[in-house]
């Protein structure tokens, strides 16, 4: 499944992951914050051009990678708290994600706690 981190170069945090998606949730996300591969390992962020401010990161796992879409890392430059809004969202519209695969969101996207 696919995964999303969050990253914050400013704290220093190279990548908290934030929700596991489905396919269909992915797509929904994308649809809205555009994602760009990057590669097939997680981007550092000292390689990243300007690394000051935040992103998500998307990652395919080999052999999970749906059609139309390369196994590995995209990252989409978005605005954290609108892209954490759409996840939630995607809780609560009656088909979205589950509440186990949603990291909590407590006070923003910088404090996320990952649930099992």
């Not at 190279?14 to 591969?37: D, F, I, K």
Request: hydrophobic letters at 35%; one cysteine or more.
């Amino acid at each position: 499944m696919p995964t999303l981190y969050f990253c914050q170069p400013h704290a220093r945090n190279q990548g908290m992951l934030r929700a596991v998606l489905s396919v269909n949730e992915c797509e929904r996300v994308v649809s809205e914050y555009p994602a760009t591969y990057v590669g097939d390992q997680f981007p550092k962020l000292a390689d990243e051009q300007g690394a000051a401010s935040d992103f998500a990161v998307l990652n395919f796992p080999p052999n999970e990678a749906p059609a139309g879409w390369r196994p590995g890392y995209y990252r989409l430059d978005s605005d954290l708290t609108r892209l954490n809004e759409s996840l939630l969202a995607l809780q609560t519209d009656g088909e979205g994600i589950e509440p186990h695969r949603l990291a909590v969101n407590d006070s923003g996207p910088s404090s996320k706690i990952a649930r099992e």
